[in-house]
Nanobody, 121 residues
């Protein structure tokens, strides 16, 4: 499964961005998805995750960010509103997918290449 991210950029505080993550590859089924971010000098952290009927957000983004998915397009999104300078980071998408290999299925995690989000004050 290949993941291609887009939508990052430079925005002023209070502004909005929408990140996209398009999945492609051989026969697969996405079971769970998530967005992570990593700021300089910090560990990668979970921003938002969705699987089954549950969705979770980091406390720092609740009420501002929304994770969503277009199943027909195999694309996931992260809508980011009311951005703050502390949201500046490289954002990564991740999916947990079942991939068909021959006659069997195997589950694994796949990561996007990352997209830079910079919020100026």
């Amino acid at each position: 499964v290949q993941l291609v991210e887009s939508g990052g950029g430079l925005v002023q505080a209070g502004g909005s961005l929408r990140l996209s993550c398009a999945a492609s590859g051989s026969t697969f089924r996405i079971n769970a998805m998530g967005w992570y971010r990593q700021a300089p000098g910090k560990l990668r952290e979970l921003v938002a995750a969705s699987g089954g009927t549950s969705t979770n957000y980091a406390d720092s983004v609740k009420g501002r960010f929304t994770i969503s998915r277009d199943n027909a397009q195999n694309t996931m999104y992260l809508q980011m509103n009311s951005l703050k300078p502390e949201d500046t980071a490289v954002y990564y998408c991740k999916v947990r997918a079942l991939v068909k290999l021959g006659s069997s299925w195997t589950q694994d995690d796949y990561w996007g290449q990352g997209t830079q989000v910079t919020v100026s004050s």
